[in-house]
């Protein structure tokens, strides 16, 4: 059973910084491909950054050059480190496995950027 517990979130201030987290268990994690994606008050869900089981990664242009995705496959855990944060990137925060037709999702972390 693959599971998916995010943690990090929290109240941070315009121009503050957060590091979310992604644990997954399970025996898949290295082969698999790991996204983050956020969820706002009355808004689709959205990706906004994906690294693969071979270290390739893809930003959303929203958050390109303030967040960054990271892996570390010993510790079958997924970073996004967010810097520079605005009020619109307030969100739940989900990450997501995919391998093959396989797709996981945890239960999300809230974060909040608030003066």
């Known amino acids: 059973q693959v599971q998916l517990v995010e943690s990090g979130g929290g109240l941070v201030q315009p121009g503050g910084s957060l590091r979310l987290s992604c644990v997954v268990s399970?025996?898949?994690?290295?082969?698999?491909?790991m996204d983050w994606y956020r969820q706002a008050p009355g808004k689709q869900r959205e990706k906004v950054a994906g690294?693969?089981?071979?270290?390739?990664?893809w930003y959303a242009n929203s958050v390109k050059g303030r967040f960054t995705i990271s892996r570390d496959n010993a510790k079958n855990t997924v970073y996004l480190q967010m810097n520079s944060l605005k009020p619109e990137d307030t969100a739940v925060y989900y990450c997501?496995?995919?391998?093959?037709?396989?797709?996981?999702w945890g239960q999300g972390t809230q974060v909040t950027v608030s003066s």
């Open positions: 997501n496995l995919r391998r093959n037709s396989d797709n996981y």
């Open positions: 399970g025996s898949i994690f290295s082969v698999a491909a």
């Open positions: 690294i693969t089981s071979g270290f390739n990664i």
